[in-house]
């Protein structure tokens, strides 16, 4: 390239970082002249590169970087917040309960069908000696047994949420002692 900007084999091109640029002829004498454009200072600055994104291409669309290997950070779990934590245990623990009252029931209409309640009740009047009969559903019977199963699961719920809040302040009591617990994430 000559000194007054004008190539002898391309004459109206510059050449920048990117490549060649053609310039527009002057209307009046057909001169070309090499002026990049420049910013309001005296020489643009480069733009800075942001970890994680990256540089954009001339036409203006950023450059996807390409990985060879997923990214992986590392992170700290230093503080669980104590109320976010027992509305969870409560949530998973009324869950909880709803299922075991229903799993009793089936598991009770189950032994019902199969006659294993009716078994237990001839066994137990043939070892009986006084001659009364004896039923066994007057123990078992099945508004007896849901009835015990949803106040068992009630006190369930009232215990694993005191539980999961207590675990929760006790970590945090921990995490300020030592740091807390340390995991890595990567995406695929």
């Known amino acids: 390239m000559s000194t007054d900007g004008s190539d002898a084999a391309g004459a109206g091109t510059t050449a920048t970082d990117g490549g060649a640029v053609k310039l527009p002829a002057a209307a009046a004498g057909g001169t070309k002249r090499e002026t990049p454009p420049q910013s309001s200072g005296a020489r643009a600055k480069p733009a800075a ?31 669980v917040d104590p109320w976010s934590v027992m509305k969870i245990a409560f949530l998973l623990s009324v869950a909880i309960g709803i299922a075991m009252v229903v799993m009793i029931a ?78 890595t994430l990567s995406d695929d």
């Open 49 to 79: 590169r942001t970890p994680g994104r990256a540089a954009p291409r001339q036409g203006g669309a950023p450059r996807r970087p390409g990985r060879s290997t997923p990214r992986r950070v590392r992170l700290t779990v230093s503080r």
């Open 106 to 183: 089936m598991l009770w209409t189950v032994l019902k069908g199969m006659g294993v309640w009716d078994n237990i009740n001839d066994l137990l009047r043939t070892l009986e000696t006084n001659g009364k009969s004896f039923d066994i559903m007057d123990y078992v019977g099945f508004g007896r047994v849901v009835s015990l199963s949803v106040v068992i699961a009630f006190v369930d719920v009232l215990l694993m949420t005191a539980f999961a809040t207590l675990v929760a302040f006790l970590y945090n009591i921990c995490a300020s002692l030592v740091g807390g617990v340390q995991m």
